[in-house]
């Protein structure tokens, strides 16, 4: 559980439920058509968040020895091969549920974006992760695929609305920039550029739900999600410290519920929005258990 991560895996379930949403799977009265693929999708991202994350963990093992010897590999709770098996295990297992969700099975849309999630998080973890640029953006892909992760519910509505994957990109991609000073402290400049990375996806939420004619809807759950992520930065950017920047990113990792069920209501499936709010408290309780960052 504490190489899993479990407080970010909740935010992972709250992409897929977003996709479901925006792909048009919920009617109006927050109903849905079949939940059993919905629950495949959930077990799959559970499967492919965790294992991408387990494998951070294996390849940080030398570095986590100086740096953070606490957790569960430096300190020798669990071997280095031990969790390589156990990462590798968990994307074979989400690449598996993926490919159960429609008929076509390994040839699905839904496969084939799990396997191009496994492999960015592998990616993102042996080689891009130190990389001022690639390292944020790869690691935001992987949150976009995971949002069309849930689209691919309704495979035709992936070319209607797959664009909005470009959101959860740039906001992973703010998160990342501010993490890279959790250990050492941060730079002003890049804090602020969080801010304006923060700033875009509120903008493109408000944006479709003006489209959409849904704007009541979303902008509570915006005004929620502001209300998460910029007083924690300013902090930071006040006084870029380790402490206070961990802290905004852990602001930032469990908002990311929040940005979804602002999606959700974007698109009118504000019932399904407050299912995918109540993820919160259980994302906060688990964030007070095992660590996020």
């Known amino acids: 559980m504490r190489l899993m991560r479990p407080a970010n895996i909740v935010t992972a379930v709250a992409d897929i439920l977003a996709g479901v949403a925006i792909a ?12 059993q693929p919905i629950g495949l999708l959930i077990f799959s991202t559970i499967g492919l968040y965790g294992g991408g994350v387990v494998l951070n963990d294996v390849f940080d093992a030398e570095l986590d020895r100086t740096e953070r010897p606490e957790r569960p590999v430096p300190s020798g ?51 891009m992760k130190h990389n001022g640029f690639l390292g944020p953006l790869n690691m935001g892909i992987c949150r976009g695929l995971n949002l069309l992760l849930g689209m691919s519910i309704l495979p035709a509505a992936l070319p209607q609305y797959g664009y909005i994957t470009i959101m959860p990109v740039i906001y992973i991609a703010a998160v990342t920039m501010i993490s890279r000073g959790e250990v050492h402290g941060g730079k002003k400049s890049i804090l602020y550029g969080a801010v304006l990375l923060y700033a875009m996806v509120i903008a493109g939420i408000l944006t479709v739900a003006v489209i959409n004619y849904h704007i009541v809807y979303a902008l509570a759950f915006v005004i929620l999600l502001g209300a ?42 504000i019932y399904f929005a407050l299912l995918i709010v109540l993820l919160l408290p259980v994302s906060v309780l688990l964030a007070k258990l095992f660590a996020v960052t």
């Open 24 to 35: 048009g799977y919920v009617v109006k009265d927050g109903s849905v058509y079949q939940w």
């Open 77 to 127: 709770l669990i071997t280095k091969n031990g969790a390589a098996l156990f990462g590798i295990i968990l994307l074979l297992a989400g690449i598996a549920a993926a490919a159960s969700v429609h008929v076509t099975g390994w040839l699905s849309f839904s496969a084939m974006i799990s396997v191009a999630i496994a492999v960015c998080a592998v990616v993102y973890d042996k080689w």
């Open 228 to 269: 998460m992520i910029f007083p924690p930065l300013q902090k930071a950017i006040r006084n870029p410290a380790g402490p206070l920047i961990g802290k905004a990113v852990k602001a930032g990792v469990i908002a990311l519920i929040v940005m979804n069920a602002g999606w959700a209501a974007a698109f009118g499936a």
